[in-house]
């Protein structure tokens, strides 16, 4: 299912998370503490969004990681639904991928929750004081995928290339300093897959 809303503000502080990532080693929000700014992204394996941006994802980051970026993925889905979004295939994903960054497993999905993530991709991007300042889209490629369009809302965009645009504009804002410019367009997706009792009000 398509979700396309924010549940966090702007300004919210980064929750701290404790999760392994596919090397087996546990990763925290102070082990990137001297960097000007975090993108946490909530991805899974198996979602057509996530394939669509993946490979431009990894470009972004290894362009971004040297000038002060650092780049977090996160997987939250529970497998059950999807077992190709198991640690296994996540770890397979990484390698085959050529992650930069590192990919955790948030199997309690409490880390999920604490961000307030809908959909794969979601994207937070904090600031130096790790203050939320953008939670929106990658940019606006879609892939073409067989789902009837959602109700109220455009059709989804199959036709543009996937570049990356408005996270770059974003931050490239953080990075210098300033503001992140208007508009902040949500990110769309697959809904994460919650576990039986764990989903959210919003999912």
């Excluded at 996160?74 to 190709?84: H, K």
């Excluded at 960054?101 to 929750?113: C, G, I, T």
């Excluded at 794969?120 to 929106?136: A, C, E, I, Q």
């Excluded at 992140?180 to 039986?196: D, L, Q, R, T, Y």
């Amino acid at each position: 299912m398509l979700r396309m809303s924010r549940q966090v503000g702007e300004g919210e502080t980064a929750p701290d998370f404790d999760l392994p990532d596919t090397l087996g080693e546990r990763r925290s929000l102070a082990d990137f503490a001297d960097k000007p700014a975090l993108l946490v992204a909530f991805i899974c394996n198996h979602c057509p969004f996530v394939l669509h941006i993946i490979d431009e994802l990894v470009a972004f980051a290894k362009e971004y990681e040297p000038i002060g970026l650092q780049v977090v993925a996160i997987s939250s889905n529970d497998p059950s639904e999807f077992p190709e979004d198991d640690y296994d295939h996540m770890r397979h994903f990484a390698q085959e991928k050529g992650f930069p960054f590192p990919y955790l497993h948030d199997e309690s999905q409490d880390v999920a929750l604490a961000y307030g993530a809908i959909c794969t991709p979601d994207f937070f991007l904090y600031d130096r004081d790790r203050k939320l300042v953008y939670n929106g889209q990658f940019d606006a490629s879609r892939p073409k995928i067989n789902r009837p369009p959602v109700p109220g809302l455009p059709p989804l965009r199959t036709d543009l290339p996937v570049t990356g645009e408005d996270m770059r504009r974003a931050v490239d804002a953080v990075l210098a300093g300033q503001p992140v410019p208007e508009p902040h367009h949500p990110s769309a997706g697959c809904s994460i897959k919650w576990k039986e009792g764990k989903d959210p009000w919003w999912g």
